[in-house]
């Protein structure tokens, strides 16, 4: 069982930095591929970034991809999201999510944890 809890969320302005985080009570948290996703509201649940076991590989969405950076820090079970030049279409709720399967996928409904999530919400 892995439990995870994010954190860093609230109200910037359009242009504005936030740093996500999100930590793991994995025994093994390097044994898990790790993932955010956000939903707005009346929206899917969407794939923003996918990190691999080790941290050397990184999959963005478009949306996403020059504006925001995942790491990891698995001797901390820590996972990380700077989000940088934040549009309010970046508006949404962030989930931290875990999967133990050594695969990259962008569907929600394959990963295997999910954290409680955290509010971003950008003005304009």
């Known amino acids: 069982q892995v439990q995870l809890v994010e954190s860093g969320g609230g109200l910037v302005q359009a242009g504005g930095s936030l740093r996500l985080s999100c930590a793991a009570s994995?025994?093994?948290?390097?044994?898990?591929?790790m993932a955010w996703f956000r939903q707005a509201p009346g929206k899917e649940r969407e794939f923003v970034v996918f990190?691999?076991?080790?941290?050397?590989?990184?999959i963005y969405a478009d949306s996403v991809k020059g504006r925001f950076t995942i790491s990891r820090d698995n001797a901390r079970n820590t996972v990380s999201l700077q989000m940088n030049s934040l549009k309010p279409e970046d508006t949404a709720v962030y989930y931290c999510?875990?999967?133990?399967?050594?695969?990259?996928?962008?569907?929600?409904?394959?990963?295997?944890?999910w954290g409680q999530g955290t509010q971003v919400t950008v003005s304009s």
């Open positions: 999510a875990a999967k133990g399967t050594n695969y990259y996928t962008i569907t929600a409904s394959e990963y295997d944890y």
């Open positions: 994995a025994r093994t948290f390097s044994n898990y591929v």
């Open positions: 990190i691999s076991r080790s941290g050397g590989s990184s």
